[in-house]
């Protein structure tokens, strides 16, 4: 989700370091001394606008989360949504390619993945580039703890399936496979992301929780 560059995005980033993480790579191996409390690390990957992670940290307040998205344009407005809200202690900001995610995240640092409608990339020359194709599968592996999940929620059916495969191929359990979120019995809890409060009605949502099986003495 990229938004038309804003001059000033970095300057405001470096102005909130309460929430806004601008070393990460410091703090590699000891993210847990940012939150002060030993408590389960979850992160989205690509988190857009922040609604959604925004809302799972007032929801849980005993789980650390930590935003990742790429672009300072888009970040800066997940900071604006954040600083309207009461102080949340347990959430921080990452303007990170996920391409350096291993720079920063040590191994078995992180409890939980989410990668929430993801850019589907649907060119077949692009499949590399598709956030669960197997070189990012290896980097989400290396950081997760040993039960650490990814949950992936798309409304693009043929990046569901090429996911799927994916995960599948890579020795990966699935937990859970919802194919119409909106319309299924058991995912009240749901929180919606800014896109999929947009989009939803245009088709279904789907929806999977995936282990890697290596940690299941498989």
């Known amino acids: 989700m990229r938004l038309r560059n804003n001059p000033n995005a970095k300057q405001m980033l470096e102005q909130h370091p309460t929430y806004v993480i601008l070393e990460p790579h410091f703090y590699k191996n000891r ?6 409390n030993d408590n389960p690390i979850h992160i989205e990957i690509g988190m857009g606008k922040g609604d959604f992670i925004i809302n799972m940290a007032k929801q849980n307040p005993t789980i650390n989360y930590i935003g990742i998205e790429k672009y300072d344009s888009v970040l800066v407005v997940a900071l604006s949504k954040l600083l309207e809200q009461e102080h949340i202690s347990n959430l921080k900001l990452i303007c990170l390619d996920i391409a350096y995610v291993m720079e920063v995240f040590a191994e078995n640092e992180i409890d939980q993945l989410y990668l929430n409608f993801s850019d589907p990339w649907p060119k077949k020359r692009h499949a590399k580039r598709r956030l669960t194709h197997e070189k990012y599968l290896s980097m989400y592996q290396e950081i997760l703890s040993e039960n650490g999940k990814i949950i992936f929620k798309t409304d693009h059916r043929s990046l569901f399936e090429f996911s799927l495969i ?6 990966m359990s699935f937990l859970d496979i919802c194919l119409d979120l909106h319309h299924s019995d058991g995912y009240e809890d749901n929180i919606e992301t800014e896109y999929e409060k947009k989009f939803s009605k245009n088709g279904p949502i789907y929806r999977l929780e995936a282990q890697f099986i290596k940690w299941k003495g498989c």
């Open 166 to 171: 994916s995960m599948n191929q890579y020795n």
């Open 31 to 36: 993210f847990a001394t940012l939150f002060n």
